[in-house]
């Protein structure tokens, strides 16, 4: 409470040097230059621990870098190379933003299938969808749109199912293994 | 973040008024023509008993008008009073004519600071408008013109404290809270008197020393720091005589290790008595958060047959993952279901509480825990249907990995910081008020937030992420109306009746959040 109600040391000042002898803390001679030094160290721990966004991550590579391989193995090689698309990943990102990208990579566009009733079938990048219609851009980069009805049939292959069924099944032990491997790919 | 409110009236008055008022004692019938407070009525249902608009003539709604209110997202709902409409962003309010959308009259405040998230609404006395500022006042207008009659500080904005419910109104009581974001401060209730502005008493979410409950914390530096914020305006059982509200999370927020225990009266449900501020009793929903899961969400209040018995209960589905149902009498544990997925509990424990599982707080490396922060739901208003006896909620899917940044046995402010790696779909999910279990799910898309009501017509409206406008069947969730506004509706529908001959119908109004009211 003293610190934000200080402006400019006139109230951490009069504690230091005047102490809290009832609580226990005596008094501090301090030059002003010291005061003003620990005024401002006070003021900055302050704002500082307000900015979250500003707090850092501490390593994340905690796990066991063999356990993660294997992981990797057995659910990822279906879309993801080592030696491929991942070569090189640990050099571009610090590990908590490649443990954030591998869990999501962020927006990709999904491919639909709209099938109407009399027949023609149109496919592309998904665009939007609601429960009243559905757009898309199709191979041609045309932009078309569908009212949905019962009878029109809409199919989603969106690239990121794989990833969001890993998160409703990944244990913490998993994530930190992952990412430990992943950071050995320099 | 965008979004739209909606509000169902019919209100009729002859054309000729006296000038708007609303005496208190009035606030105790049911919801009727009007829509007079954050809620509607004090039951939190959000239920209209107004019939005209039915599944048969939903489709004949149209838009009727809209009103540019500027660039601050409209999260308050609008109360509607003889015919004039009152609503707020931070630092400002507006009255317009309900029938029209014209502007009546505009009220704007120089700001001192305070965090501009958000402004629920505000409140009506009399022929008195009472509303708080993001700088921590509580101000009185005159509900005519606008003009300020007096203002009173209610928290000390150095620390970090600043306003966004929506005041309500028991008797001679204006009940308000400030908020809390990130520095550790005491959350607390106030009640003010509505001629003065002169405080009647306070209530501190965290005990006193001494007081039963200050065991759940280890000292007492922690737990005249721990938080506890009253975001949402709470609900009222007039005949129990007891105020309703639930208790934001504990501070610091994610780094749990410097207050050990649970934490009273943090993210509780608290019943008390609004002439004299002494608690009658809790329920805590999330013993020892670390995920910053206020329990903010509006407590309803409805009265079913449990066991053989009809009993007075209190309802509220839960950011973190859980619906819970209680006596309203004595606070008694009636259920707890789970209407969203969750890895953060082991289970419930003798009195339905969520057994926190220590490995889900944050951790230096990271914790992947679902819900995120945002949670399962949140601030969006729910309703109540005493015809289906089903309770409806907004609902998100989503995933966060929550890391502890500070170790230290003393952290400060958060302490920690989440990244969501999935904001899924939403949805609209109407629960059995008498078992918890979810009867249907209507997907609304990514991003919707919009709450939702309910009314005697048969009819749910709510909205999705793509900017449609729904009118749902309570009873099934299937779609019978919906327009398409745009921009993704942001705060609860609200309905009133308005007799305006040349229209035959009630209407439907809309309340656009980044700048439009509009009138369907």
Known sequence: MVVNHDEKGELIGAVIRGGRVDKGMPKFSLRNGQISDLVAFLHQRNRDARLRFTYKISRVAVGDAAAGKAYFESHCTGCHSAGRDLAGIAAKYPGDELQQRWLDPGERRAEVTVTLPSGPKYVGKLEHLDEFSVSLYDIQGIYRSFMLTPEVRVEIQDPLDGHRKLLEQLSDGDMHNVTTYLETLK | ?520
Not at chain 2, 10 to 20: G, I
Not at chain 2, 300 to 311: H, P, S, T, W, Y
Not at chain 2, 472 to 496: C, I, K, Q
Request: charged share 20%; aromatic share 12%; glycine share 10%.
């Open chain 2, 1 to 520: 973040m965008r979004g739209f409110f909606l509000l169902i009236v019919a209100v009729l008055f002859p054309v000729s008024l006296a000038a708007q008022s609303l005496d208190p004692r009035d606030l105790v019938k049911p919801l009727g023509s009007m829509w007079p407070t954050y809620n509607g009525d004090y039951s939190g249902r959000r239920f209209s008993q107004l019939a005209q608009i039915t599944a048969s003539d939903v489709q004949n709604l149209r838009l009727v008008w809209t009103y540019d209110s500027g660039n601050d997202p409209i999260k308050a709902t609008p109360l509607m009073i003889d015919g004039v409409l009152y609503f707020s962003v931070p630092d400002k309010a507006w009255a317009l004519d309900a029938r029209s959308g014209r502007l009546i009259w505009h009220w704007e405040t120089k700001t001192r600071g305070g965090t501009h998230i958000g402004h629920r609404g505000v409140a009506m006395y009399g022929k008195w408008l009472f509303l708080v500022t993001p700088d921590d006042y509580l101000a009185s207008l005159d509900a005519a013109t606008g003009k300020e009659r007096w203002r009173t500080e209610i928290a000390d904005l150095k620390l970090d404290y600043f306003s966004t419910v929506a005041p309500v109104i028991i008797r001679n009581h204006v009940l308000v809270s400030p908020s809390i974001e990130s520095t550790d401060n005491r959350g607390y209730l106030d009640s003010y008197d509505p001629e003065t502005g002169k405080l009647q008493w306070r209530w501190y979410s965290t005990p006193d020393a001494g007081a039963a409950g200050a065991e759940t914390w280890p000292n007492q530096e922690a737990r005249s720091h721990g938080g506890g914020a009253i975001w949402i305006p709470g609900t009222y059982d007039p005949e129990l005589n007891l105020y309703y509200f639930g208790t934001g999370n504990p501070q610091p927020v994610m780094a749990g290790q410097g207050r050990s225990g649970d934490n009273l009266w943090t993210n509780s449900i608290v019943a008390l008595n609004p002439d004299t501020g002494k608690m009658a009793w809790y329920y805590q929903t999330t013993p020892h958060d670390t995920h910053d899961w206020d329990s903010a969400e509006t407590p309803v209040l409805f009265n079913a047959e449990i066991d053989g018995q009809n009993r007075r209960l209190l309802a509220q589905a839960n950011r973190n993952g859980y619906f819970f149902v209680l006596d309203r009498t004595t606070g008694e544990h009636i259920l707890t279901t789970a209407f969203a997925p969750n890895n953060w509990a082991k289970g419930l424990d003798a009195q339905g509480r969520p057994i926190r599982d220590p490995a889900k707080d944050p951790q230096p490396a990271g914790a992947l825990v679902t819900p995120s922060e945002d949670g399962a739901t949140n601030w969006f208003p729910p309703s109540f249907d005493p015809e289906t006896g089903f309770f409806y909620v907004r609902v998100t899917r989503s995933a966060a990995v929550f890391y502890l940044t500070d170790t230290s046995s003393k952290p400060e402010a958060w302490g920690g910081i989440d990244k969501t790696v999935w904001r899924g779909p939403s949805s609209i999910e109407a629960i059995d008020g008498r078992t918890g279990k979810v009867v249907w799910d209507h997907a609304t898309g990514i991003g919707a937030v919009s709450g939702i009501l309910t009314s005697a017509g048969r009819l749910l409206f709510g909205g999705d992420g793509s900017g449609n406008a729904l009118a749902l069947d309570p009873l099934t969730g299937r779609t019978l109306w919906h327009v398409n506004l745009s921009e993704a509706m942001f705060n609860g529908p609200v309905t009133y009746e308005l007799d305006h001959r040349q229209f035959d119908f009630n209407r439907l109004l809309v309340l656009g959040n980044d700048n439009a009211v509009t009138s369907v």
